[in-house]
C-alpha cells in the first residue's frame, strides 16, 4: 500500500524498537501539543478560551512548567483561575453542599461537580485525543491493507495494557474473518510479549540471590522500566 500523510507516524512507530508503538505516538503527539501549547497560539484569543475552561491535567501542567516559556504558563494560570473561581462564586451563591449520609454517593452537581469535572478535565488531553482516536483506526486500516505493516504488526515488540484494550475494543469496526483474524494476532503479540517481560522481571528480581550473583543478566537489566511501560503505558525517568 502505498504510504500516506496519516499513515507516516504509525508505520514509523511500528517500526521502531520499543515495548509499545502506540506509547511511543501518543508520546510525539503530547510534546507536540505541549509545544503548540507554550508557542504563540496562547496568545489567540480562542485557544486561551478553551484553556481557561479546561485548565490542564496534573500530568500535562508539570510538563508546561518544566518549559521554558514561564510567561506563557502564568499568562494561561491567570486567566484559568480567574475563569474557574468566578464560576465557582456563582455556584456557591446559588447551590448547597449535599445532605446524604456519609457512604452514600453524593449528586455530582453544583460546586462539587463542577471542581469534579474541572480535575478531570486537560486542554492538552483533549487535542491529543482528537488525534489519537484517528491514528488507532490507521493502525486497523493498515493491518487490513498493508501487508507490509501487517508484517511489522505480527513483529512488534507487543503493546501495553491500556493500548492492547483501546485496540482490542477498535476491532469492532471490523467485519467477521478479518475481525477474529485481528483478535487473533492482537492476543499473540500482546501475551507473548508480556510473558518476555516478565520473564526478564522475574530474572531481574533473582539476580538479587547470591546464588545468581555471578550469572549473566541476560536482557533484565532494564526489566523495570519497561514492565512500567507495559502496566503504565510510559515511563519517564
Sequence with gaps: MKEQLYTIPVNDAFGK??????????????????????????????????????????????????????????????????????????????????????????????????????????????????????YIATVLHCYVNDDAFHDKFLHCKGFCTKHYGMLYDAASSLNGTKQKEFLNDLDNVYFG????????????IDKFDYRNEDKPWKNSKDAVPRSIIKTNSYFEE
Excluded at 27 to 46: C, H, K, N
Excluded at 75 to 89: E, F, N, R, V
Excluded at 193 to 200: H, L
Design 17 to 134: 524498537d520499543c515495548e509499545c508503538p502506540l506509547c511511543l505516538m501518543y508520546t510525539e503527539l503530547e510534546q507536540e501539543a505541549v509545544d503548540f501549547t507554550l508557542g504563540p497560539s496562547y496568545m489567540e484569543d480562542d485557544i486561551r478560551a478553551e484553556t481557561d475552561k479546561t485548565g490542564f491535567c496534573t500530568h500535562h501542567m508539570k510538563q508546561l512548567y518544566k518549559n521554558q516559556n514561564r510567561l506563557g504558563v502564568a499568562l494561561m494560570l491567570h486567566t484559568h483561575m480567574k475563569y474557574s473561581t468566578g464560576k465557582l462564586k456563582d455556584l456557591s451563591k446559588t447551590g448547597q453542599p449535599s445532605k446524604k449520609g456519609l457512604f452514600a454517593k453524593k449528586e455530582q452537581t453544583g460546586v462539587y461537580g463542577y471542581t469534579l469535572a474541572l480535575e478531570s478535565s486537560c486542554y492538552i488531553c483533549n487535542r491529543i485525543k482528537n488525534v489519537f482516536g484517528r
Design 193 to 204: 510479549n508480556m510473558q518476555r517481560v516478565i520473564d526478564d522481571l522475574e530474572w531481574f
